[in-house]
């Protein structure tokens, strides 16, 4: 699979990530790596993972989830 982003720009390079949100596949120069926090349900209270989850998302994704 090659980067979605850089093929709109004529451009091949092979995907090293999936967008999280719409699945284009990107190149390590179009994926945005953010830090989601995981809650989960436990028991009477909300258990927060830590470290944060790492979320992939692509740059249209990524500005429209700001
Ligand atoms: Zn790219
Ligand atoms: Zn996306």
Same mark, same amino acid.
């Given at each position: =699979?090659? &980067?979605?982003?850089? +093929?709109?720009?004529? %451009?091949?390079?092979v995907?090293? /990530?999936?967008? @999280?949100? &719409?699945?284009? @596949?990107? &190149? =390590?120069?179009?994926?945005?790596? /953010? #830090?989601?926090?995981?809650? %989960? /349900? /436990? @028991?009477? *209270?909300?258990?927060?993972?830590? #470290?944060?989850? +790492? +979320?992939?998302?692509? *740059?249209? &994704?990524? !500005?429209? !989830?700001?």
């Amino acid at each position: =699979m090659n &980067c979605y982003d850089c +093929r709109a720009l004529q %451009e091949n390079t092979v995907a090293v /990530a999936v967008c @999280g949100r &719409c699945g284009a @596949g990107l &190149c =390590m120069d179009h994926a945005h790596v /953010a #830090p989601q926090t995981v809650h %989960e /349900a /436990a @028991g009477t *209270g909300t258990y927060t993972h830590t #470290p944060n989850a +790492r +979320r992939l998302t692509c *740059g249209v &994704c990524h !500005e429209a !989830e700001v």
